[in-house]
């Protein structure tokens, strides 16, 4: 008697069903662009992929830090590090941790047109971040 489907054999619909809903997702990559200091005299750049942790999201990826104030001598002073954003379940706030040149920086903030918060980093005041996430 025969049910459709030999005996030890998977209708090709089915295989691909399978191979879909157990592939590995692909990563969403975004790129942060910010201000920082009290006449947003830096600018931030990151471009961050997509881990999961749980039920919030997290980014991570490399940033340059430009200093494009216009006390600048020779050219823009850079500092390059490593950002880790967490997005709050509804994205309306916002967490990260930086590693700039060394120094162990933190960051929360809410959204209005831009993610607002300061950034705190080890023996320095706070300063504020604008964040836009692209």
């Given at each position: 008697?025969?049910h459709?489907?030999?005996?030890?054999?998977?209708?090709?619909?089915?295989?691909?069903?399978?191979?879909?809903?157990?592939?590995?997702?692909?990563?969403?990559?975004m790129?942060?662009?910010?201000?920082?200091?009290?006449l947003?005299?830096?600018?931030?750049?990151?471009?961050?992929?997509e881990?999961?942790?749980?039920?919030?999201?997290?980014f991570?990826?490399?940033?340059?830090?430009?200093?494009?104030g216009?006390?600048t001598?020779?050219?823009?002073?850079?500092?390059a590090?490593e950002?880790?954003?967490?997005?709050?379940?509804?994205?309306?706030?916002?967490?990260?941790?930086l590693?700039?040149?060394g120094?162990a920086?933190?960051?929360?903030?809410q959204?209005?047109?831009?993610?607002?918060?300061?950034?705190?980093?080890?023996?320095r005041?706070p300063?504020?971040?604008?964040?836009?996430?692209?």
């Open positions: 008697m025969q459709g489907m030999a005996s030890g054999r998977i209708a090709p619909q089915l295989l691909a069903l399978i191979l879909f809903v157990w592939s590995p997702q692909k990563s969403l990559a790129e942060l662009l910010g201000q920082a200091g009290v947003g005299e830096w600018e931030l750049t990151a471009n961050v992929t881990s999961v942790s749980g039920t919030r999201k997290e991570s990826g490399p940033l340059l830090m430009r200093h494009v216009i006390c001598q020779e050219g823009p002073e850079e500092r590090g950002i880790h954003v967490y997005l709050g379940p509804s994205e309306s706030s916002l967490s990260a941790k590693l700039v040149e120094v920086c933190t960051y929360t903030a959204k209005t047109h831009a993610y607002e918060g300061m950034m705190s980093c080890a023996g005041a300063v504020p971040l604008l964040l836009w996430l692209k």
